[in-house]
């Protein structure tokens, strides 16, 4: 049986708080990303040791550490090199939170992705020899922002680079925003499914009216969660299923969504967070029968 989790800023920027909430509904799992204003990298010693106390009573776990790696321009070459370091600040944050799970990208997308992809693949040999020397597994999303956005160009990548540390993050509601994006399940979960060592939920429409696409509470959209989370348990899944809601009351702008992080990221966050988590339980419960 997977895990159930979220993202705590989807919650609040008050770490202790987004894990009241969490524990408030059982929750197993939590993932940072940005924590008390601060990116993961930037968290000091003495921010991980109050994570740390804060999470001890609970007996909950850190599933990952929802770090920005390679959200940056591919032909920056200073940006890559910040970024190679931001990884490795993330690994270690994650050993010291019981975690060798760090999420990371493929670049702001260009438009053009077939034509770089060569340039976007070689830039993963640093990435891949920093995994195999500080034990850790990055996990590829797919993101509509960045070059890599569905499960078709996440499953060809994957198999190209064909490297044991390099896995997936399966995020079906940033398939719904992808240009090209598939039915995100069955068809793109089974394109990634193999790869899959982490799982976003989060729900998507279109929005015929404004003439593009929002997140809105999870169960609302077009994603078929009730068949999603039947094949999970069905696969016998062991990772975590964490809540990246991106959802709100007022609608998060694309610049929010993009770079998520923040005071005003995550305000209005629980109330939204709240309704997504009854909702995925009410879910997983009718999933497992």
Not at 68 to 77: A, G, I, Q, S
Request: hydrophobic share 40%.
């Amino acid at each position: 049986m997977f895990k159930i989790g979220v993202i705590t800023d989807e919650i609040s920027q008050d770490f202790e708080r987004a894990v009241q909430v969490a524990s408030e509904y059982g929750l197993q799992t939590v993932e940072i990303r940005s924590t008390w204003e601060k990116p993961p990298h930037a968290l000091q010693p003495a921010d991980i040791a109050r994570i740390k106390a804060i999470l001890e009573p609970t007996g909950m776990t850190v599933s990952c550490i929802a770090s920005p790696f390679y959200k940056c321009k591919l032909d920056d070459e200073a940006a890559i090199k910040e970024h190679h370091e931001i990884l490795r600040r993330c690994i270690d944050l994650g050993h010291q939170l019981g975690t060798k799970l760090v999420r990371g990208f493929t670049f702001w997308d260009t438009g053009r992705t077939d034509d770089v992809w060569d340039i976007i693949l070689a830039n993963f040999q640093v990435p891949a020899d920093i995994v195999d020397e500080m034990d850790a597994i990055l996990a590829i999303e797919n993101e509509a922002a960045c070059s890599v956005g569905t499960g078709k160009q996440l499953d060809r990548m994957l198999t190209e680079i064909n490297h044991p540390r390099i896995r997936a993050v399966w995020d079906p509601g940033n398939e719904v925003f992808a240009q090209g994006g598939e039915r995100p399940y069955p068809d793109a979960y089974e394109r990634v499914k193999s790869h899959m060592v982490h799982f976003h939920l989060k729900d998507a429409i279109y929005d015929e009216e404004k003439g593009k696409t929002r997140c809105v509470a999870v169960g609302e959209g077009i994603i078929d969660y009730p068949g999603q989370l039947r094949a999970l348990l069905a696969s016998d899944y062991q990772g975590s299923v964490s809540l990246e809601t991106h959802w709100r009351p007022e609608h998060l702008t694309d610049e929010q969504i993009n770079r998520p992080g923040g005071a005003a990221f995550s305000a209005k966050g629980e109330y939204a967070s709240r309704v997504c988590i009854e909702s995925i339980l009410r879910m997983v419960r009718e999933a497992a029968g």
